[in-house]
């Protein structure tokens, strides 16, 4: 007790001597004990994932660690003890250091969770059964898709344990995920679409499958863009839709489901064939057999490329595309979010300035990074705007693990004034629709179309011990009303129905719509 008097009053007796400094010396013990306290609620909140009496309690225990580590090494230096203070000092860096170590630790434990790194062994069940616990850690959508977790896994699991190959393991993998009915869940990359022939690409018109893209060996039997598929195979149009593999079809909502099915009618395994009888364009009536070799070399030139729209405006390489109308109405086609058209949407909305409206065309565009849509709809708000939040089922140390994510556009200057319509479709999904809402729900544009895929996911990789992995959805974006993406989507202000008609001339109803609801015609 002594000895600690003794200490109390040589401190006591240089803060009088020095009283500037120990001002700055009471502010650093203060600063650190904040630092200990917040290290330790970190630790509790973050990897920890502990609620607020575990933060409570390590904030506690960090403040009075660090605080008091850093408080025996002041009193040390401020008595002249240097040897004692470099000590204390080390116990300070060390427990530093324990800290760094334990976070270290746990995200890595966290990230292997959810299969962000190779799995360890390369056990394809093992690899399985640490799929299906991250997915039950990770995974946000398991009520809203009213889908019974266990007993889809108990189905598939002995499936997997009896694959003798990792094609048949993955193809398990792909049919269980594919029940799922997530857009943004599933095999990648996706051996069943991208094996085999696709001789044709198919949209839905008037009820009827139009050839929208064709190439390789289907062209040379005479099938081309505006045919309409009559049979497959002997079976009727409603029949082969429904016959198509469920692992080229899943999606979120009904009507993307419906889409993928008119979109890969004819897909073709190697070495199979399809007899497809059409009707072509000038109304003639014909069969076909297509037939797709079992060599992937000789199939690659028998699958289809592009889509209708680019058909309409070509998209080299999915760049953006602008342009003046005869009206004098610009248009902008941004074909995808994948890529980085921020520059070259700014270079063409600067040449538009003056426009009396301009049209966005998102048709085709399947989203990709919800910051190039956010960076483009702030050349068109005057004002920030938050429109939704991303709230996840995992914290994870990738997002600093937080609980949600709010979205928001900061205007960017010049900002476009004028009226804007968008075109929209079933084929936009994901950070697509994000774009959509910013500009939907700040009451910034009109729309035209189809309602949109209605998809969100935010996923991330998970590795399988294969050629191919699993990705998966982590996060349920909400917009500022509380209306999810997924499964429900966006409908236009006016929706458009293309006819068979339609395409076999050359017209575009979207852009017709657009420009109409524009000009107030």
């Given amino acids: ?99 760094v170590l334990v976070v270290g630790a746990v ?52 499936r997997v344990e009896a694959a003798q190959s990792d094609a048949a393991y993955v193809s398990a993998v792909e049919s269980m995920l594919a029940e799922l009915n997530d857009a943004h869940t599933g095999v990648v990359p996706s051996p ?23 190439g390789g060996s289907a062209q040379e039997a005479g099938l081309t863009v505006g045919s309409a598929i009559l049979t497959i195979d ?3 149009l409603e029949e082969a839709l429904s016959a198509v593999d469920p692992r080229l079809t899943y999606g979120s909502t009904p009507r993307q489901r419906r889409a993928r099915a008119f979109q890969f009618l004819l897909k073709t395994p190697l070495g199979g064939e399809r007899e497809v009888t059409f009707e072509t364009p000038s ?32 998209a080299v390489e999915r760049k953006l595309v602008s342009r003046r109308l005869p009206s004098g109405v610009g248009y902008i086609r941004v074909p995808t979010l994948g890529t980085d058209l921020v520059n070259a949407f700014d270079t063409a909305l600067d040449g538009m300035m003056d426009a009396p409206g301009l049209i966005l065309d998102l048709r085709g565009n399947g989203g990709g990074n919800s910051a190039y849509g956010d960076q483009m709809a702030g050349r068109l708000l005057s004002e920030p705007f938050a429109y939704g939040r991303d709230t996840y089922a995992a914290q994870l140390p990738t997002r600093a693990w937080r609980r949600w994510m709010t979205f928001r556009v900061t205007p960017r200057e010049p900002i476009y004034g004028g009226p804007v319509v968008v075109i929209m479709e079933t084929q936009n999904m994901s950070s697509a629709e994000q774009f959509l809402i910013a500009l939907i729900d700040s009451g910034r544009v009109r729309t035209v179309g189809r309602a949109t895929g209605g998809a969100s996911g935010n996923p991330t990789l998970f590795r399988l011990p294969t050629d191919h992995n699993v990705r998966f959805s982590t996060a349920n974006f909400i917009r500022n009303d509380g209306t999810p993406i997924e499964g429900v989507g966006l409908k236009p202000d006016v929706e458009v129905r293309w006819t068979v008609e339609d395409l076999r001339r050359g017209r575009d109803p979207d852009l017709e719509a657009a420009e109409r609801l524009l000009l107030g015609e």
């Fill in 283 to 314: 109304g003639e009536r014909a069969t076909a057999t297509l037939v797709c070799p079992a060599d992937p070399a000789d199939a690659a030139e028998a699958r289809k490329g592009g889509d209708l729209w680019d058909l309409l405006v070509p």
């Fill in 1 to 99: 007790m002594e000895r600690r008097d003794n200490r109390l009053h040589d401190v006591k007796t240089w803060a009088a001597q020095h009283p500037w400094r120990a001002a700055g010396r009471l502010l650093g013990i203060l600063f650190a004990l904040a630092w200990g306290g917040a290290s330790g609620a970190f630790l509790a909140w973050g990897p920890l994932m502990a609620g607020w009496p575990v933060m409570v309690l390590l904030g506690l225990a960090g403040a009075a660690l660090h605080g008091g580590l850093w408080l025996r090494q002041q009193m040390a230096a401020v008595r002249g003890q240097r040897g004692v203070a470099r000590r204390w000092l080390g116990r300070l860096l060390l427990a530093h250091l324990a800290i």
């Fill in 107 to 158: 995200s890595g434990l966290q990230l292997y969770r959810i299969g962000t790194f190779q799995p360890f062994p390369q056990d394809r069940l093992a690899a399985f059964d640490r799929l299906i616990r991250a997915m039950e850690v990770a995974y946000p959508y398991v009520e809203l898709k009213d889908v019974d977790w266990d007993a889809l896994v108990a189905r598939y699991r002995p």
């Fill in 234 to 236: 002997s079976r009727p």
């Fill in 192 to 214: 069943l679409k991208n094996e085999g022939c696709f001789f044709a690409a198919a949209r839905e018109m008037e009820g009827q499958a139009v050839v929208v893209q064709v």
